[in-house]
Each structure stands twice: as C-alpha cells, then as structure tokens.
C-alpha cells in the first residue's frame, strides 16, 4: 500500500444547463458548480464544509463520501455555483414575471412607500430562482468523488516524497550507530589502561604497604564499572530496532502515521541517552547528528496519515 500524506489539494468544475433545448439554451442561466478539497495534517479527522445555502441538504451525503476515503487529516470542503448565461442575461419566464407583479401589488398594498422592483432587481430573482429549484445530487456527488479522488493521489505523491525521504534518513542514522559501535570497546580499552598505569604510580609513591596484586584487582574493578557506565551497545542495539520497524512500516505503506510517530519518540529517548553515557567528543557528536535526524524526521512523520 501506498504510503499518504495528509496534506493535499483538488479542485474540480462542473457545467450543466438547466434546459436542453438550443433555444432555450442562449437564454437560460448556465450554472458552473465548483469544488474544492483542502487537507492539513491533524491528529484525527477534522471536517468541515463550506456550502450555499441551496447546497446544505447534501451535506450529509459529501460527509459520507469523504468518511468513506480519508481517515485522518483537517479537511475543508468548499463548494460554490456561478450561474451565467451566454448572453450575460437571463429572460426571466412569464410565470415568474406574473408571480413578482403580484406580489409587489401585495406588498404596495400594505406599504404604499416601499421601492418598486428594478429590472436587476427582476434579473437577480429570476436566476435565483431557476438556480434553487435545481436538483443538484446528481452533479454534486460525481464531482465530489472526482475531486476526492484527485486529492488522494495529491495524497499519495506527497507521500511518497515524504517516504523517500523518511528511508534516506533511516540510512544516515545507521551509519551513524555503525561509527559509534566500535568506539566503545576502543574506550573501555583506553581506560582500563589509564587506570592501571594510575595505579602503578600511586604504588611507586608508596611504601610497599600495598600488595600490586590487590592494586591491580582495584584498578581493574575501577575499569569495569567504567565500562559498564559508559556501555551503549543496548542503546545502539534498540536504534537499529527501531530502524527496523521504521523501515517495515513504510515499505508497507497505509495508515502508519500515528506508529511511526511512536517509534520517533522512542529513537529520540535512545539517541539521547545514549549521548548522556558519552565518554567521548566522538561519541557526543554521534549522538547529536542523530538526534538532528530524528528531528527531521518527526517534522515530517507529522504529515503522514
């Protein structure tokens, strides 16, 4: 499966009459019905819709839909109709003429100073009133599919970007644990050398007091806690671990978002104890640039769904 990101963008269009015969077509408004889907990344799904009012009862239906395919993500559904004609203006039926007269009558009726309708006036209501009583479902949702399934191959490009990147990382922080494998034997080494060429000058200032097979015991004792303290081979050997699992998860791709942030946390916990157990400059660097790493990659893990 693909590995998606949560941040994405589609837009789609679509233009429809609202009658079929070439007469009425050069008179009547031509409506374009608009979509738009935007996604962020969030922790869960968060939806939400920007709709005309004639638009509102579909709501639940583009829910649906959206539901159906994006699991997280901040999500905003826009959706817009511009109604125009070829000539710009829209004759405006007898019927729907006839009804306005009557009901301005109604209305001077009542209030004899109210303003008379202009002929915008007229235009406006008369699209408005061819464009409410349209049915839209069946424009609506093959459009809102359209537009869902270009989002997630928005999605999916996005992902795969991030993916790369993700598995170029995981590489560079192998090498890394590689370098600081070996430097601890080298340390423990140094050390138990320092210590015991210590202890022989201390047993050279004495008076002999102290057998130099005891001495020898201490400094070696003194080396062992040494290397225990500074000791990272659990540490590396989790990094490597989590590398791992890393790596299974986005090769298997689908929703690994909130796993991959888990283990980010984990590999950070490690990196940085194991700069804390650092005895050397070589080792302290080490742990820096992988903790700079996993930085980079928990930025981007953010956006994974």
Known sequence: MPVYSMTGYASAQHSTANTSTETE????????LGLEIRSVNSRFLDLSFRLPEELRQYEPALRELVVGRIKRGKVEVRVAIETGTQNSVADPTPRLLQRLNAVQDSIKAWL?????LSVADV???????????????EDILPLAEKTIKELLSARERE???LATMLLERIGQLRALA?????????????????????????????????????????AL????????????????????????????????GGEIGKRLDFLIQELHREANT???????????HISVD???????????VQNIE
Do not use: C
């Open 123 to 137: 235009i406006r209501l008369s699209v408005g009133e061819q464009t409410s009583t349209r049915d839209w479902r």
């Open 290 to 300: 992988m903790k700079v790493l996993i930085e980079q990659m928990r930025e981007q």
């Open 159 to 161: 992902g795969a970007r």
């Open 25 to 32: 077509s050069r008179n009547t408004p031509h409506s374009q």
């Open 178 to 218: 590689a370098q600081a494998g070996p430097l601890v034997p080298q340390l423990v080494t140094q050390q138990r050398q320092r210590f015991l060429e210590r202890w022989k000058e201390a047993m050279a200032l004495t008076d002999g007091a102290t057998l130099p097979e005891a001495a020898q015991d201490r």
């Open 112 to 116: 004899p100073d109210a303003r008379p």
């Open 274 to 284: 194991m700069g804390s157990k650092s005895a050397a400059l070589e080792l302290t």
């Open 221 to 252: 004792t003194e080396a062992t806690a040494f290397a225990i303290r500074i000791d990272v081979a659990e540490e590396i050997t989790r990094i490597h671990s989590h590398l791992d699992e890393l790596e299974r998860l986005i090769n298997k």
